[in-house]
């Protein structure tokens, strides 16, 4: 079992940054793919972006290539998403998951969110 719980989300205007952060528990955790997905009101829940347990690769959406970067900490059991120059769209629940298989596209465990608002 691993469990997953989020932080660092809060309100921020648009070209600002944040860092999430995903603190994992379970005694497996370095075998597991990490990834970040998001739900905005009134849409379907996203893909985000998702590393390997090695750290070595990792994948993005389209949308956020370029201004989100992902990175985890093994000896700390902690995933971050560095989020920059955001903008309105990136608005929503931001949920980390983990994955016993990369690309995250099922994940096996979720996270229960942290909301994420900018401001035009």
């Known amino acids: 079992q691993i469990q997953l719980v989020e932080s660092g989300g809060g309100l921020v205007q648009a070209g600002g940054s944040l860092r999430l952060s995903c603190a994992a528990s379970g005694r497996t955790f370095n075998t597991y793919a990490m990834g970040w997905f998001r739900q905005a009101p009134g849409k379907e829940r996203e893909f985000v972006a998702a590393i390997r347990w090695s750290g070595g690769s990792a994948d993005y959406a389209d949308s956020v290539k370029g201004r989100f970067t992902i990175s985890r900490d093994i000896p700390k059991n902690t995933v971050y998403l560095q989020m920059n120059r955001l903008k309105p769209e990136d608005t929503a629940v931001y949920y980390c998951?983990?994955?016993?298989?990369?690309?995250?596209?099922?994940?096996?465990?979720w996270g229960q969110g942290t909301q994420v608002t900018v401001s035009s």
């Open positions: 998951a983990a994955s016993t298989r990369f690309p995250v596209i099922n994940p096996n465990y």
